[in-house]
T-cell receptor, first 118, second 109 residues
Framework: GAVVSQHPSWVICKSGTSVKIECRSL??????MFWYRQFPKQSLMLMAT?????????EQGVEKDKFLINHASLTLSTLTVTSAHPEDSSFYIC??????????????FGPGTRLTVL | ELKVEQNPLFLSMQEGKNYTIYCNYS?????LYWYRQDPGKSLESLFV???NGAVKQEGRLMASLDTKARLSTLHITAAVHDLSATYFC?????????WGAGTKLIIKP
């Protein structure tokens, strides 16, 4: 149980294009999904928290117009990197928190998406 | 503001040896997590620690939590090469996780 998938797993795109990353909870409903970014040899950096049906809450320093987050259903959240540039190249990881009583407040992580912008 | 510090950041050791990774946090929290990350991969949940004195063991890894000292340890017993990875601790703050910097562990045969 508690499986989270991400798609695509790896994407290479040209500078100026937009890239959409999907995060799905496969066997549970997720009230809250989190988007993280990880640079090589660094820890995870929380970008935003998204709740189903409402606007995402972005962390300080994260441009909401650059990183568009949509959480349209209890099993799907998408992150769109708009007008991507080489500095957006990174490993993006989503996680999901279960809708049901989750006394651990545990997050379940997707496998990650490696974005390379040329 | 909750801060999480891991120590050491990098560790190279030989197979068969024991070692402990430390995770200190600055304010009260009711839960602490340990994760493993292999290169190029996402995070694998290892342990969830919820109460003072909690101790959990899985194979050669054992995690403990001292909420009074705001300290968690991840102890590696008789290390094997397969345990080479980066280990993160994370502390719960409301619905978010505050992350340590990670400990890169290399175990040499």
């Amino acid at each position: 149980g508690a499986v989270v998938s991400q798609h695509p797993s790896w994407v290479i795109c040209k500078s100026g294009t937009s890239v959409k990353i999907e995060c799905r909870s496969l066997d549970f409903q997720a009230t809250t999904m989190f988007w993280y970014r990880q640079f090589p040899k660094q820890s995870l950096m929380l970008m935003a928290t998204s709740n189903e049906g409402s606007k995402a809450t972005y962390e300080q320093g994260v441009e909401k117009d650059k990183f568009l987050i949509n959480h349209a259903s209890l099993t799907l959240s998408t992150l769109t990197v708009t007008s991507a540039h080489p500095e957006d190249s990174s490993f993006y990881i989503c996680s999901a928190r279960s809708f049901r009583d989750n006394s651990y407040n545990e997050q379940f992580f997707g496998p990650g998406t490696r974005l390379t912008v040329l | 503001e909750l801060k999480v510090e891991q120590n050491p950041l990098f560790l190279s050791m030989q197979e068969g040896k024991n070692y402990t990774i430390y995770c200190n946090y600055s304010t009260t929290s009711d839960r602490l997590y340990w994760y493993r990350q292999d290169p190029g991969k996402s995070l694998e949940s290892l342990f969830v620690l919820l109460s003072n004195g909690a101790v959990k063991q899985e194979g050669r890894l054992m995690a403990s939590l001292d909420t009074k000292a705001r300290l968690s340890t991840l102890h590696i017993t008789a290390a094997v090469h397969d345990l080479s990875a980066t280990y993160f601790c994370a502390v719960g703050s409301n619905y978010q996780l505050i992350w340590g910097a990670g400990t890169k562990l290399i175990i040499k045969p």
